[in-house]
C-alpha cells in the first residue's frame, strides 16, 4: 500500500513538473504586467489586456484561420494520400515494389534542409509564392506517415481482404471501408503528427509568404516578435497561448486511438 502510494506521489510530482510551465504561461496571459515575473498561478487580479493588444497589433484572426486551413488540409491529405500509397504498398503486387519501398525509406534519411532551396526554386517557376499552394502542396506526401500506414496494414489478415474482393469489392472501397476502421489507433497518430507538424512549422512559409493576410500563425508569431510588436512578455505569452492551445484540444480529442497505437493495440494478423 505504501509502495502503491509512493508511486502515484511520485508520478504526479513528475506530472506538475511538465504541466507547471503550461499553466504558468496560461496563467501569465491573464496577468497584468507588474504581475507577469512572478510564480504564482492565480492572478490577484485577472485581465485580458494582453489578448486585447495582441489581437489589435497584428491579425491574429486571420493567421488562425490560415493555419487551421493550412494543416487541417494537409493531415486529410496525408491520410488520404498516405493510405492510399500504404495499401498498395503493402496489399499489391507490382513490378517495382521492393524499390518503392526502399525509395521510401530512403526519403527519411535526407535532411529536410536539403530540399529546401530546390523546392524554393520550383514553387517560384510555378509562380507560387504569396498562395496556399505553396504552403499546401510540398507536404501531401508523407513518408513517415506512409511507412507507419504500411506497418499496420500488413498486420491485417489477408482473409479479410480476399473475402472482400470474392464480394466484388473495389480496391478503394476494401481500403476505405474495411482498413480505415480498423486501423483508427495509426490514422489517429498519423493525424496529430501531421497536424502538429503542420501547425508549427515555420521555416517554409518565412520562404515563401510574404503577405501578412496569408501568413501562418507561427509565422506572424515570429515576425511579431522578432519584429518588437509584442512589447511585454504578457502580449508574447498570449500570442504563444493562441498558438499551442488548439493543438492541445485536437489532441484530447484523439487521445484514447494515440494511446492505443503507442502501446501497440490493434489487430495482429
Do not use: H
Not at 503493402?90 to 521510401?104: E, H, M, Q, V, Y
Amino acid at each position: 500500500m505504501l509502495g502503491r502510494i509512493a508511486l502515484y506521489a511520485t508520478l504526479a510530482l513528475a506530472a506538475l513538473t511538465f504541466i507547471y510551465p503550461f499553466l504558468w504561461m496560461a496563467s501569465s496571459t491573464l496577468k497584468p504586467p507588474f504581475e507577469v515575473g512572478t510564480l504564482n498561478l492565480i492572478p490577484d487580479e485577472i485581465t485580458l489586456d494582453n489578448y486585447r493588444t495582441m489581437w489589435a497589433r497584428a491579425p491574429f484572426g486571420r493567421a488562425l484561420l490560415n493555419s487551421a486551413l493550412v494543416a487541417t488540409t494537409i493531415t486529410l491529405a496525408v491520410l488520404v494520400f498516405g493510405s492510399i500509397t500504404a495499401y498498395a504498398m503493402a496489399r499489391l503486387r507490382f513490378r517495382g515494389r521492393p524499390a518503392l519501398n526502399a525509395a521510401t525509406m530512403a526519403v527519411l534519411l535526407v535532411p529536410g534542409q536539403l530540399t529546401l532551396i530546390p523546392l524554393y526554386t520550383l514553387i517560384v517557376q510555378l509562380g507560387w509564392i504569396d498562395t496556399y499552394a505553396a504552403l499546401i502542396v510540398p507536404y501531401l506526401f508523407n513518408a513517415t506517415a506512409i511507412l507507419m500506414l504500411r506497418q499496420f496494414f500488413l498486420q491485417i489478415p489477408q482473409s479479410l481482404i480476399d473475402s472482400a474482393r470474392m464480394d466484388g469489392m473495389g480496391e478503394l472501397r476494401i481500403l476505405f471501408t474495411i482498413f480505415w476502421p480498423l486501423s483508427k489507433p495509426v490514422l489517429a497518430m498519423v493525424a496529430i503528427f501531421t497536424f502538429m507538424g503542420s501547425w508549427n512549422e515555420v521555416l517554409w512559409p518565412l520562404l515563401v509568404v510574404r503577405e501578412q493576410q496569408l501568413m501562418t500563425l507561427p509565422q506572424l508569431l515570429t515576425v511579431f516578435a522578432l519584429g518588437g510588436g509584442a512589447g511585454t512578455v504578457g502580449v508574447s505569452l498570449a500570442s504563444a497561448m493562441v498558438l499551442v492551445v488548439p493543438v492541445v484540444i485536437a489532441y484530447m480529442f484523439l487521445q484514447r486511438y494515440f494511446i492505443e497505437s503507442m502501446a501497440g493495440a490493434g489487430i495482429k494478423g
